[in-house]
């Protein structure tokens, strides 16, 4: 595609309940990384992946969050048993560089509401 | 630990107001620090990279510079489209993340 495309764009889920946010980056772009960002803050980051490798999760912020690529394009993240702290809107971003620069392209984000 | 901190956190200018945004920052081992624009509801967009100190990097009304503990994003007589979050990121040592700031929003009003 044009662009990075992120799915669902909003997500309004109960707490306790499972979510899973998609990803498709720019085509051949082997650089996939996820932030979060929430209101009024700059985007922090949670994990990196080269191709299908995961080479840096350090951001994650608890073993509830799970990311994968398993074919090195599409990527999902994954929160299990969501709480309020995790609302926030979640970005993806790509880069044709197979090392970490700062030109990344961002998709629009998913916006995550736990109630 | 590696700090951004940009001010102001809100700028309001009248149309044609030149003004310079500053991202400050503290870390080791610089290996480069960038500016985006984001928009509401959008993700940010790529303006600059800046990788050394003296570094400048212009387009249309934007002039970023970077010094060994800051940056500026200068704004040259904007227009209301020039509205929107500015983010400052810097990346540095073996770190695979670009730290962010918490942006200064800009409203350029006609």
């Known amino acids: 595609g044009a662009g990075v495309s992120q799915s669902p764009r909003y997500k309004v889920a109960k707490r306790g309940q499972d979510v899973a946010l998609r990803c498709d980056p720019i085509?051949?772009?082997?650089?996939l990384f996820w932030y979060q960002q929430a209101l009024g803050q700059g985007p922090e980051f949670l994990t990196y992946?080269?191709?299908?490798?995961?080479?840096?999760k350090s951001g994650l912020p608890s073993d509830r969050f799970f990311a994968e690529r398993p074919e090195g394009s599409v990527s999902t993240l994954k929160i299990q048993r969501t709480q309020q702290e995790d609302s926030a809107v979640y970005l993806c971003?790509?880069?044709?560089?197979?090392?970490?620069?700062?030109?990344?392209?961002f998709g629009e984000g998913s916006r995550l509401t736990v109630l | 630990e590696d700090q951004v901190t940009q001010s102001p956190e809100a700028l309001r200018l009248q149309e044609g107001e030149s003004s310079s945004l500053n991202c400050s920052y503290t870390?080791?081992?610089?290996?480069?620090l960038f500016w985006y624009r984001q928009d509401p509801g959008k993700g940010p967009e790529f303006l600059f990279t800046?990788?050394?100190a003296g570094e400048e990097k212009e387009k249309e009304r934007l002039k970023a510079t970077l010094t060994k503990k800051e940056s500026f994003l200068h704004i040259t007589a904007p227009k209301p489209e020039d509205s929107a979050t500015y983010l400052c990121?810097?990346?540095?040592?073996?770190?695979?993340?670009?730290?962010f700031g918490a942006g200064t929003r800009l409203t350029v009003k006609p």
């Open positions: 971003a790509s880069s044709s560089r197979d090392r970490v620069t700062g030109e990344l392209f």
């Open positions: 085509s051949g772009h082997v650089s």
């Open positions: 992946f080269q191709n299908e490798a995961q080479l840096d």
């Open positions: 870390v080791s081992g610089l290996r480069g």
């Open positions: 800046l990788y050394s």
């Open positions: 990121a810097v990346q540095a040592g073996n770190n695979n993340d670009m730290r």
